[in-house]
């Protein structure tokens, strides 16, 4: 019975995800323009399948002739040739969107590698017509002056507004919103400083962060288990209220003590989880991606009339953070520290050095050149970030 659940939730996993990835959207939309059967489909199909899409209305980029005087306009009003001038897919998005789809649903029937025309094997969407025909709309888009887009920025400057305003706003909600609010502004925080799209925040486990000593800042992703390893995904932020106009590891910390007012906890579970209307966490919903959240964030940015156009994607571009480029020095250092348990502690809290190499871990009352491992491991078991109740250490 088991197996067959397992069964069930894995096909249904894949099935869901099939949608999602339109794969097999585009192969029959590409089925049913030529009329033929996967098997049978070759490059000439796949190309006019490609120039059909580009006719058909369904882009969403102007592109005017090279020789046209109206470049740069986004309507063809004013244009003698309509047909040369007209709405087109993006050369980049049709490469990454309809391109690869096709390839992936010519994949899944084992039509892989370099095509070949006569036998009709390999992948069509790899002739030579079709990456042809790729370069040709990627130099004519280049000559009408289309660049492919790109995320707005979100700058420092427009995040130290941005925080101020939801902050003062937050503080004049009451109940659901401003638990909402709080949820909301500690993910753009959290997406800004670990410049991580907002669909990252959405698999952050709460039980992996850990606090740094005397309550100096956050580590994520840290996975505390017999082996205390800590890969290379682990990144940290350092406690910036003394210096900075706002703080994401502050801001963090007052979602998460709001947030345990409504009864929430965070010893396990995601840090930002999906909440149902009564401000309890949802496990049904699926965790904050992008799209979940990028209606929110153009409300957001609306209210306090700083929107310019941002999409969660804005965030990548953000601000600063402790990441692992030393993340091989890192790696070794924690299999080391598997393999030989004695010095495990020394070997994690020399790890979190490289993580913070100017932090001064004297302050915070850890010697990391010559400590008890004992002790240190003793410490670190309490830096868990929201293992106990109550207020930070
Ligand atoms: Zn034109
Ligand atoms: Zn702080």
């Known amino acids: 019975m088991l197996h067959a659940r397992r ?8 099935r869901n ?21 996967i098997y049978d489909l070759d490059g000439g199909d796949v190309l006019d399948f490609l120039i059909f899409k580009d006719i058909n209305d369904s882009g969403r980029t102007s592109v005017h002739y090279k020789d046209c005087p109206n470049i740069g306009a986004p309507t063809f009003e004013k244009c003698s040739d309509r047909v040369l001038c007209a709405k087109r897919h993006q050369a980049a998005s049709m490469r990454i969107g309809i391109v690869s789809k096709l390839r992936r649903g010519f994949e899944d029937v084992g039509r892989k590698g370099v095509y070949n025309p006569r036998t009709l094997q390999g992948d069509p969407t790899r002739s030579a017509i079709v990456s042809e025909y790729l370069g040709f709309i990627r130099m004519e888009q280049g000559m009408s002056g289309v660049v492919p887009n790109q995320a707005v920025t979100m700058t420092k400057g427009k995040m130290d507004k941005f925080m101020d305003a939801m902050g003062l706003d937050i503080e004049g909600r009451r109940g659901l919103t401003r638990l909402r609010m709080r949820e909301r502004r500690a993910m753009y925080a959290f997406c800004f400083s670990a410049i991580k799209r907002l669909a990252g925040a959405g698999h952050v486990v709460a039980s992996n962060t850990i606090r740094i000593p005397i309550n100096e800042g956050l580590v994520f992703n840290c996975t505390w ?24 590891h502050c801001i963090i910390d007052e979602w998460v003590l709001y947030a345990r007012t409504w009864g929430i906890s965070f010893e396990t579970g995601l840090l930002f989880p999906r909440l149902k209307k009564e401000g309890k966490v949802d496990h049904r919903k699926q965790r904050w991606k992008s799209k979940n959240i990028s209606d929110s964030l153009v409300r957001d940015l609306k209210r306090y009339a700083l929107y310019q156009g941002e999409t969660p994607q804005s965030f990548r571009h953000g601000g600063t953070v402790n990441s692992l480029e030393t993340g091989h020095d890192l790696e070794r250092t924690m299999y080391l520290a598997y393999m030989k348990n004695r010095t495990t502690a020394q070997n994690y809290a020399k790890g979190l050095c490289f993580l913070f190499p100017k932090f001064n871990w004297k302050k915070a009352g850890v010697d990391t050149a010559d400590i008890d491992s004992v002790t240190l491991a003793m410490q670190m078991q309490s830096w868990k970030a929201w293992r106990n109740q109550g207020p930070p250490l």
């Open 17 to 37: 995800r099939r949608e999602k990835t339109r794969v097999d959207v585009y192969m029959d939309a590409l089925k049913k323009f030529a009329g033929k059967q």
């Open 7 to 14: 069964k069930s939730f894995f096909l249904e996993d894949l």
């Open 225 to 248: 288990d017999k082996t205390l390893r800590m890969g290379v995904h682990c990144f940290g932020i350092l406690c910036v209220k003394e210096t900075d106009k706002w703080c994401t």
